[in-house]
């Protein structure tokens, strides 16, 4: 799982340590007992998206270094924390103190640089991820909690994957060309299709090019594997205030990427529409699908 080079980091003007999406539970029905391997950009609404698809690996991939070392705060926090409370109540201001030393600690071997700057990050970050993290300890649909902090059962599924060490923080720029071909080297290694990836928005920043275009073809799947993505923009009907969201086969996203017509997301979207596959329709309020049936809304 660890094996491979990743992707060369660019210095980023803005670091995003939260997610202002906030309805992932409309990929739930969908997600739901996938397994496999789960690659997604971002930070921790990862977690919610592992969690609820049961996946057997993780890779987190950024081009942001802060991202990628927000990630590691995660990991030796939540691994220090037995459940969701505790773990908040470390991005506390008076817990600062005592979080750095666990982080020291958890990071001791790691040269003197990266870990004063794994360090440092969550100095910077606390506050942000403080405030962040108390939406997400209280996020609900109706009565049912729907984020890795309010459900204690996918807290403990996430902390259970760090605790195995099957969860891979990765430089990675999506367009490059080594971490997602190392993350499908090592899913086939380990005889595992990848079933979960998750793009956020990040196709609006870059064309689908030939690497790309090869990186998701080294993402060995099965025809359960799906490709989940957030579209901001006022033509689309949101489940939230900012965000839809959509779900479609990685199969069908693998057949359009060899169609030089759809040479990024949005030609995509367009030709997808033109040919009736793309659904607006899903009955869940901000949930569109490519290639595939609706499902009961969880």
């Not at 004063?116 to 606390?126: D, N, Q, S």
């Not at 994957?161 to 099957?166: S, W």
């Not at 993350?183 to 380990?190: H, L, S, W, Y």
Request: aromatic share 10%; charged share 25%.
């Amino acid at each position: 799982m660890l094996a491979g080079p990743e992707d060369s980091l660019i210095e980023t003007p803005i670091h995003y340590m939260k997610s202002n999406e906030v309805r992932h539970d409309v990929f739930f029905p969908y997600v739901a007992g996938k397994g496999g391997v789960y690659v997604g950009v971002g930070s921790d609404q990862n977690y919610t998206l592992a969690a609820a698809a049961g996946s057997e690996l993780i890779f987190l991939l950024d081009i942001d270094q802060s991202v990628v070392d927000l990630h590691r705060c995660y990991e030796a926090l939540i691994e220090a924390s037995p459940d969701p409370k505790i773990l908040f109540d470390r991005w506390k201001a008076e817990a600062e103190g005592d979080s750095a030393k666990i982080l020291e600690t958890a990071y001791a071997g790691l040269p003197d640089a990266d870990r004063k700057r794994i360090v440092r990050l969550y100095r910077a970050a606390r506050e942000t991820v403080y405030v962040h993290l108390d939406r997400v300890y209280r996020r609900r649909q109706g009565e049912q909690p729907t984020a890795w902090m309010s459900n204690p059962e996918m807290y403990q599924y996430i902390r259970g994957m760090f605790l195995a060490d099957r969860v891979r923080m990765m430089a990675g720029d999506l367009t490059g060309p080594n971490s997602l071909q190392s993350v499908g080297a090592a899913a086939k290694a380990m005889g595992l299709p990848v079933r979960i990836v998750y793009f956020s928005n990040a196709e609006e920043y870059f064309d689908y090019n030939k690497q790309f275009v090869a990186n998701v073809e080294a993402l060995a799947g099965d025809e359960q594997s799906l490709v989940l993505r957030t579209i901001y923009s006022k033509k689309w009907v949101h489940a939230d205030q900012l965000w839809a969201y959509q779900v479609q086969p990685l199969p069908d996203y693998r057949t359009r990427l060899g169609d030089r017509k759809n040479r990024s997301r949005n030609p995509m979207l367009r030709y997808a529409e033109i040919d009736g596959t793309l659904n607006k329709d899903t009955g869940v309020k901000g949930l569109s699908l490519i290639a595939l049936a609706p499902r009961g809304a969880g």
